[in-house]
């Protein structure tokens, strides 16, 4: 199993930078992709970043140009530097491991995701 423990929520001012992180515990070899998701009130929680083993990294229109996703492996976490902040970008704030597991016996593979609590971040003047 993995466990996902984020951080660096608050209450922020819009236009400047915040980082958030994520540390993955457990069965830390078998992921693979992490990613950022996000909930804002009245709204279905979305894929606001992801970032892949090799590097890959792709983000939500929204988000795009301010927002910037990177990965430690070898502390197995994940980061989302959040510039430009606007006030709808006030959300809970979710990292997401994809694991990858092999069934016994067989050759191909499978994949499982895992949930941190989420962490708040509230953008107002």
């Known amino acids: 199993q993995v466990q996902l423990v984020e951080s660096g929520g608050g209450l922020v001012q819009p236009g400047g930078s915040l980082r958030l992180s994520c540390v993955a515990s457990g069965r830390v070899n078998s992921i693979d992709d992490m990613d950022w998701y996000r909930q804002a009130p009245g709204k279905q929680r979305e894929l606001a970043a992801s970032?892949?083993?090799?590097?890959?990294?792709k983000y939500a229109d929204s988000v795009k140009g301010r927002f910037t996703i990177s990965r430690d492996n070898a502390y197995n976490s994940v980061y989302l530097e959040m510039n430009s902040r606007k006030v709808d970008d006030t959300a809970v704030y979710y990292c997401r491991a994809q694991e990858t597991f092999v069934l016994s016996g067989e050759g191909a593979s499978r994949k499982r995701d895992y949930w941190g609590q989420g962490t708040q971040v509230t953008v107002s003047s």
């Open positions: 970032i892949t083993g090799g590097g890959s990294t």
